[in-house]
């Protein structure tokens, strides 16, 4: 069988299957000449928001502008604390300090990841006892495609009066009981990073939000600060109020071009997102007992932006698996509190163990909707061959 051709996460697949719409879509906006702003980015919006049973949708510029913007809007500023994972991605974190707050690192779960709400209560009282910051909002994030636990971190939330926000930049489309975070968040963020489940071909992101305050000053901060209906009612302007700047705020837009072409992603995302849980059932079934297969949270569905195993040898087994041409990835070699900008924001309880273990353990498998059934048994048989020793 052919194994030089293994994709890691294959984009053309998913190109050739929406053929000649995607094109069309491209065409279409780039023919409309409005190429910020046009009709698409509002219709996906909408049509984001309806995807996930939120009521607002707000498109961005990438998944990471889509968690400082909601920060913005609820003015987080210094002396502020902001809890999150460690174990995720930087931009997690890195949005924090821009708005001055300080990140604090929480520990996650050993078997999902994700959250751990006991340590996340902790970590809230040792701030409060330290008295040197204020709690002000959490962000959860959903993990390679899970959700992480948001009845109990809603209600840790609510117990402090702390803002949520879920950072689904990978977990987007993942639901929990049926429902997808928002039902729970403050907000649910979205990254379109071509290699996140929900792609464009650039950069992208959004907001959804059941909150129309939350929106409003959000659709402000991302186009620097612009005046939006709140900001006008019951004042007169005696010059065109397009340019009345009312609060510091970005540019942070979604092109026309992306909007489109994701317009057409989402009609089949959803058919996608079975397709991914189909492959991630037939790798848990055949290397169950070989190596830790992924434990996903009881009632939960998630859309796999990661197949990620757990073996102590997983560097020896990555240069295994790429002379069979098989591509892993290691996410993440160091977790956020170990590199050289967050060392000296708060860690809770001071230590993450369980952070610090799984960044040394885990790796993730090829995994995307169109992975056949084939090439699956290739890169499990890879697996069983470097576990037999
Ligand atoms: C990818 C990612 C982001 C950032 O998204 P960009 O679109 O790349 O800015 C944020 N959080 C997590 C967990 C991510 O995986």
């Known amino acids: ?27 279409g906006a780039v023919n409309s000449g409005a190429f910020i702003m046009g009709s698409q980015v509002k219709e996906f919006e909408k049509k984001l928001a309806d995807f996930c049973g939120a009521k607002y949708g707000l498109s961005c510029a990438n998944g990471t502008d889509a968690i400082a913007l909601p920060l913005m809007a609820w003015g987080v500023a210094e002396g502020d604390a902001v809890f999150c994972p460690s174990f995720t991605f930087a931009a997690t974190a890195e949005v924090v300090p821009w708005t001055n707050a300080s990140p604090v690192f929480v520990d996650v ?34 993990l390679f495609g899970q959700p992480a636990d948001y009845p109990k971190i809603r209600a840790i939330c609510d117990k402090y009066g702390l803002k949520l926000i879920s950072d689904s930049a990978q977990g987007f489309g993942c639901t929990l009981n049926g429902k997808h975070p928002i039902e729970w968040a403050d907000c649910q ?7 996140k489940p929900l792609g464009c071909y650039g950069d992208g992101g959004a ?11 959000m659709d402000s901060l991302r ?29 942070s837009r979604l092109d026309t071009i992306q909007a489109a072409i994701l317009l057409e992603k989402l009609e089949i995302y959803a058919d996608e997102i079975v397709k991914r849980n189909k492959v991630a059932a037939r790798y848990n079934e055949a290397l169950n007992g070989i190596v830790k ?26 240069v295994f698996a790429k002379t069979k041409g098989v591509p892993t990835a290691s996410y993440y070699p160091i977790p956020i509190h170990h590199q050289a900008p ?26 995307h909707p ?8 290739y890169i499990i048989n890879t697996v069983k061959e470097f576990c037999k020793g």
């Open 1 to 27: 069988m052919a194994n030089s051709n293994i994709q890691f996460i294959d984009l053309k697949a998913q190109r050739e299957r929406l053929g000649q719409k995607i094109d069309d879509a491209i065409m």
């Open 109 to 142: 779960l050993a078997d999902t990841f994700n959250m751990n709400p006991i340590r996340l209560e902790q970590a809230i009282e040792q701030i409060l006892i330290e008295g040197k910051l204020k709690p002000k909002a959490v962000i959860a994030v959903d």
């Open 189 to 195: 963020t979205a990254s379109f990073f071509p290699a």
């Open 207 to 217: 907001v959804v939000t059941n909150d129309p305050i939350l929106l409003e000053i």
């Open 223 to 251: 186009v620097h600060g612009k005046a939006v209906k709140s900001d006008l009612e019951g004042r007169a302007f005696e010059h065109d109020t397009k340019y009345l700047n009312v609060r510091i705020g970005m540019n």
């Open 293 to 318: 297969t992924p434990v996903v949270i009881e009632n939960g569905i998630s859309n796999w932006a990661q197949y990620t195993i757990e073996m102590p040898n997983r560097d020896e087994f990555a």
């Open 342 to 367: 967050y060392k000296n924001f708060p860690v809770g309880g001071n230590f993450l163990p369980v952070s610090d273990a799984a960044a040394n353990n885990v790796i993730s498998l090829p995994m």
């Open 370 to 377: 169109y992975l056949e059934e084939e090439t699956q048994d």
